[in-house]
């Protein structure tokens, strides 16, 4: 078999597999238009001789003689053609979305023409190693890609002449398509012309497809799977009787699996052949001595195979460019659900008993002594009596029902009883004895605080609430746990705040906070605060005064109590000397600190008035310098201004001596 390098430049890869043969074929049939011209040959086709996809995700042109058409990325403009997977928006948005090839595959290529230049072949490939007496079939999809607003709202419907041709030129065979319409979106359908080979089969032909349309406007489209092979009577194959040909089979399975082949009267002398691929279609192998209607597939404990039947007149047996293929039976063997060997299970006699099952499976039935069953993932034998000891068995149904059993031997046993107080209330810091009682080893858990771990009564001193389990086990391997909870009440905590310091007339927000369990808190009766019951309230003395926050636990962890003291000056208060010598007594001259009071500025003058520091932060002083330089003993004049949250303004010139 022989044909120009066309075909062998642009097949895309296609998936296979299960999923893809399924979905493929469910969405070709539901969702795809089914309309095909009545061109096409009937009944079944043979592997493609040639198969022109177009390839897949980045694209090259086509040879400069497979087409009349100019190659270009993109859109494409008049008499130009592309090759791509993704576009919109071509001639000013009027084309559709131009997304995935024929097979709604989004990397698979298509090819996009712009034909208003006027008619011009579309494709053209030579084709060599044909067979005498056979049908062929030469055929594409094609799909107007214009919107009705295309050209104006006058686009021209492109249509097109499949043609087989002697390699001198000689027509064989034609068939012109209707025009194409447009639906507003991307409908492929296939086209093409069938063709019978006299007894002596021509040295080669030549295949063409033609736009017949142009003008000034409109005539675009695109093209995809453009294929040519062999075509003959229908083939119907049948598993078992039944055309269900996709068979999901476990490991293990025993009923014969026969494959039929019928074939309508089409040949003078067939020849059959059923056929295998290991590797999902990819690629086909003969089976020895299987070339009558009727094959059993041998058993076999896993993989996947596909299997059809080839069909072909005597004389062209074994070629491929000659025989037409049946549809494929999918077959895969599955392996049989993991499951584990005999579990020997202890049961603890009046106790609940849990049997473990393995996740992930579709079903689930156990069976057990005194007619026990449940479809639970997990099975529960409630208040174990000796009369349920003995075999309980799961059966664990996979996917495809794939089936495999465990088993559990439960064996009953006297069972143990752990009892302890439950819950323990303690303040911070107390020492506690936990105490458990029952028959055998003891173990709590977690370590954190605990004297002993394996003792009924270990001692504790727990810094926050925490919760233990203890467990008991008896002789037999019998258990019981239980949980202690250990509830830590915090110790109380009293904080007044720092002391505040303001000017006659003005407020101090207290900043009060307690901390600790259920404590309950109060300022010491004072006509001076706003609200003796709140952690930050208002003081507004005029005189110095000292509050008490008084701090106490509701559930016994005891009280306390601290000071806060608010100083009251009649106005600020700034230094009239500083000795900036580093020996950290009155090095920086600073602004009193005023509570709620915010620092507009506060400057510094030399004695020649000129600026030598300001700041407008109140914790910031000068100490001395101007520049890194020291500055010698004498008179500086300071400004400051102050304001206070409610808008209130304090302003205080004067001089401070610097004393070296």
């Given at each position: 078999?022989?044909?120009?390098?066309?075909?062998?430049?642009?097949?895309?890869?296609?998936?296979?597999?299960?999923?893809?043969?399924?979905?493929?074929?469910?969405?070709?049939l539901?969702?795809?238009p089914?309309?095909?011209?009545?061109?096409?040959?009937?009944?079944?086709?043979?592997?493609?001789i040639?198969?022109?996809?177009?390839?897949?995700?980045?694209?090259q042109?086509?040879?400069?003689?497979?087409t009349?058409?100019?190659?270009?990325?993109?859109?494409?403009?008049?008499?130009?053609?592309?090759?791509?997977n993704?576009?919109?928006?071509?001639?000013?948005?009027?084309w559709?979305?131009?997304?995935?090839?024929?097979?709604?595959?989004?990397?698979?290529?298509?090819?996009?023409?712009?034909?208003?230049?006027?008619?011009?072949?579309?494709?053209?490939?030579?084709?060599?190693?044909?067979?005498?007496?056979?049908?062929?079939?030469?055929?594409?999809?094609?799909?107007?890609c214009?919107?009705?607003t295309?050209?104006?709202?006058?686009?021209?419907?492109?249509?097109?002449?499949?043609?087989?041709?002697?390699?001198?030129g000689?027509?064989l065979?034609?068939?012109?398509?209707?025009?194409?319409?447009i639906t507003?979106?991307?409908?492929?359908?296939?086209?093409?012309?069938?063709?019978?080979?006299?007894?002596?089969?021509?040295?080669?032909i030549?295949?063409?497809?033609?736009c017949?349309?142009?003008?000034?406007?409109?005539?675009?489209?695109?093209?995809?799977?453009?294929?040519?092979?062999?075509?003959?009577?229908?083939?119907?194959?049948?598993?078992?009787?039944?055309?269900?040909?996709?068979?999901?089979?476990?490991?293990?399975?025993?009923?014969?699996?026969?494959f039929?082949?019928?074939?309508?009267?089409?040949?003078?002398?067939?020849?059959?052949?059923?056929?295998?691929?290991?590797?999902?279609?990819?690629t086909?192998?003969?089976?020895?001595g299987?070339?009558?209607?009727?094959?059993?597939m041998?058993?076999?404990?896993?993989?996947?195979?596909?299997?059809?039947?080839?069909?072909?007149?005597?004389?062209?047996?074994?070629?491929?460019?000659?025989s037409?293929?049946?549809?494929?039976?999918?077959?895969?063997?599955?392996?049989?659900?993991?499951?584990?060997a005999?579990?020997?299970?202890?049961?603890?006699?009046?106790?609940?008993?849990?049997?473990?099952?393995?996740?992930?499976?579709?079903?689930?039935?156990?069976?057990?002594?005194?007619?026990?069953?449940?479809?639970?993932?997990?099975?529960?034998?409630?208040?174990?009596?000796?009369?349920d000891s003995?075999?309980?068995?799961?059966?664990?149904?996979g996917?495809?029902?794939?089936?495999?059993?465990?088993?559990?031997?439960?064996?009953?046993?006297?069972?143990?009883?752990?009892?302890?107080?439950l819950?323990?209330?303690?303040?911070?810091?107390?020492?506690?004895?936990?105490?458990?009682?029952?028959d055998?080893?003891?173990?709590?858990?977690p370590?954190?605080?605990?004297?002993?771990?394996?003792?009924p009564?270990?001692v504790?001193?727990p810094?926050?609430?925490i919760?233990?389990?203890?467990?008991?086990?008896?002789?037999w391997?019998?258990k019981?746990?239980?949980?202690?909870?250990?509830?830590?009440?915090?110790?109380?905590?009293?904080?007044?705040?720092?002391?505040?310091?303001?000017?006659?007339?003005?407020?101090?927000?207290?900043?009060?906070?307690?901390?600790g369990?259920?404590?309950?808190y109060?300022?010491?009766?004072?006509?001076?605060?706003?609200?003796?019951s709140?952690?930050?309230?208002?003081?507004?003395?005029?005189?110095?005064?000292?509050?008490?926050?008084?701090?106490?636990?509701?559930v016994?962890?005891?009280?306390?109590?601290d000071?806060?003291?608010?100083?009251?000056?009649?106005?600020?208060?700034m230094?009239?000397a500083?000795?900036?010598?580093?020996?950290?007594?009155?090095?920086?001259?600073?602004?009193?600190?005023?509570?709620n009071?915010?620092?507009?500025?506060?400057?510094?003058?030399?004695?020649?008035?000129?600026?030598?520091?300001?700041?407008?932060?109140?914790?910031?002083?000068?100490?001395?310098?101007?520049?890194?330089?020291?500055?010698?003993?004498?008179?500086?004049?300071?400004?400051?201004?102050m304001?206070?949250?409610?808008g209130?303004?304090?302003?205080?010139?004067g001089?401070?001596?610097?004393?070296?």
């Amino acid at each position: 078999m022989k044909h120009d390098c066309l075909s062998m430049l642009f097949v895309k890869p296609r998936q296979n597999g299960l999923s893809c043969i399924i979905g493929l074929a469910f969405f070709l049939l539901i969702i795809l238009p089914s309309t095909t011209s009545a061109q096409l040959c009937s009944g079944n086709l043979g592997t493609p001789i040639v198969n022109i996809t177009f390839g897949a995700g980045f694209s090259q042109p086509l040879p400069t003689s497979a087409t009349s058409y100019a190659y270009t990325h993109g859109c494409p403009a008049s008499g130009k053609y592309s090759i791509e997977n993704f576009l919109f928006g071509c001639e000013n948005n009027t084309w559709v979305v131009l997304t995935g090839d024929h097979t709604r595959d989004f990397e698979g290529n298509y090819m996009l023409v712009n034909g208003s230049a006027g008619p011009g072949t579309v494709l053209v490939d030579t084709i060599y190693g044909l067979c005498g007496n056979t049908t062929y079939q030469f055929a594409g999809w094609l799909a107007n890609c214009m919107k009705l607003t295309a050209c104006g709202g006058n686009p021209v419907l492109p249509n097109f002449t499949f043609t087989i041709e002697t390699l001198t030129g000689t027509v064989l065979a034609s068939s012109t398509t209707p025009d194409l319409p447009i639906t507003g979106f991307k409908d492929w359908v296939e086209y093409g012309v069938c063709y019978t080979t006299p007894a002596t089969a021509p040295a080669g032909i030549v295949t063409k497809i033609k736009c017949n349309t142009g003008g000034p406007c409109g005539s675009s489209y695109v093209v995809d799977d453009v294929t040519f092979r062999a075509a003959g009577p229908s083939i119907n194959v049948a598993v078992n009787g039944s055309n269900n040909l996709v068979i999901d089979l476990c490991t293990g399975y025993t009923d014969p699996y026969v494959f039929t082949g019928t074939y309508s009267s089409a040949y003078i002398d067939p020849v059959l052949q059923w056929q295998s691929s290991l590797d999902t279609g990819r690629t086909w192998t003969n089976i020895p001595g299987a070339t009558t209607g009727t094959y059993i597939m041998p058993q076999r404990s896993s993989s996947v195979i596909l299997y059809r039947l080839v069909v072909a007149e005597r004389v062209n047996a074994g070629n491929t460019n000659c025989s037409i293929n049946s549809e494929t039976i999918w077959t895969n063997v599955h392996s049989l659900p993991p499951h584990r060997a005999l579990q020997q299970v202890i049961g603890c006699l009046t106790k609940d008993l849990t049997m473990m099952a393995p996740p992930f499976f579709t079903a689930y039935q156990w069976n057990g002594p005194n007619g026990y069953q449940s479809t639970l993932t997990n099975a529960v034998v409630t208040n174990l009596q000796y009369a349920d000891s003995g075999l309980y068995t799961l059966l664990l149904t996979g996917d495809f029902g794939c089936v495999a059993t465990d088993s559990f031997y439960v064996k009953i046993y006297p069972g143990t009883t752990v009892v302890t107080q439950l819950l323990y209330e303690i303040c911070e810091g107390t020492t506690l004895n936990l105490v458990a009682t029952g028959d055998g080893t003891y173990l709590w858990s977690p370590p954190t605080g605990l004297s002993n771990t394996t003792i009924p009564n270990p001692v504790v001193t727990p810094k926050d609430s925490i919760q233990y389990q203890v467990l008991l086990t008896n002789m037999w391997g019998c258990k019981d746990s239980v949980l202690v909870t250990i509830n830590v009440f915090k110790k109380v905590i009293a904080n007044a705040g720092p002391d505040k310091v303001i000017l006659i007339g003005d407020t101090a927000l207290l900043n009060g906070s307690v901390s600790g369990t259920a404590v309950n808190y109060s300022w010491s009766a004072s006509n001076t605060l706003s609200n003796i019951s709140s952690l930050q309230p208002n003081a507004f003395p005029v005189i110095e005064t000292k509050y008490t926050l008084n701090a106490a636990s509701s559930v016994g962890c005891g009280n306390a109590s601290d000071e806060v003291i608010v100083k009251v000056y009649k106005e600020v208060l700034m230094p009239n000397a500083f000795t900036p010598n580093n020996d950290g007594l009155n090095d920086v001259f600073r602004v009193l600190s005023l509570d709620n009071y915010e620092l507009v500025s506060f400057s510094v003058y030399s004695r020649w008035g000129e600026k030598i520091f300001n700041t407008t932060n109140i914790h910031t002083g000068w100490n001395g310098t101007i520049k890194g330089q020291l500055q010698s003993t004498g008179t500086y004049v300071y400004y400051l201004e102050m304001k206070s949250r409610t808008g209130k303004r304090i302003i205080k010139k004067g001089t401070v001596l610097l004393i070296r």
